[in-house]
């Protein structure tokens, strides 16, 4: 049988997600699939400057492994910190 905790916080996420696709404008979508240069920043962010900023806090910081894995995993996954919910 689910949890209860499990399946709330299953639901909260459905709505949370839900609610920000829904609230989504076609025509600024489509608008903003055109601005290439906000792509290229948002993807040179996702994919090179996150990570490296998980890098940096690991190392600075000195984490045990555990901790400076999972910090590295969510920085360098889009979307990590809502994939395991």
């Given at each position: 049988?689910?949890?209860?905790?499990?399946?709330?916080?299953?639901?909260?996420?459905?709505?949370?997600?839900?609610?920000?696709?829904?609230?989504?404008?076609?025509?600024?979508?489509?608008a903003q699939m055109k601005?290439?240069?906000?792509?290229?920043?948002?993807?040179?962010?996702?994919?090179?400057?996150?990570?490296?900023?998980?890098?940096?806090?690991?190392?600075?910081?000195?984490?045990?492994?555990?901790?400076?894995?999972?910090?590295?995993?969510?920085?360098?996954?889009p979307g990590g910190s809502?994939?395991?919910?």
């Amino acid at each position: 049988m689910i949890d209860f905790i499990e399946l709330s916080g299953s639901l909260l996420l459905f709505s949370l997600v839900f609610g920000m696709s829904a609230t989504v404008d076609i025509k600024a979508l489509v608008a903003q699939m055109k601005n290439r240069k906000a792509i290229l920043t948002g993807c040179a962010l996702q994919f090179i400057v996150l990570p490296l900023l998980g890098f940096i806090v690991v190392k600075t910081l000195q984490l045990k492994e555990t901790m400076g894995i999972t910090l590295l995993v969510v920085t360098s996954s889009p979307g990590g910190s809502y994939s395991n919910w």
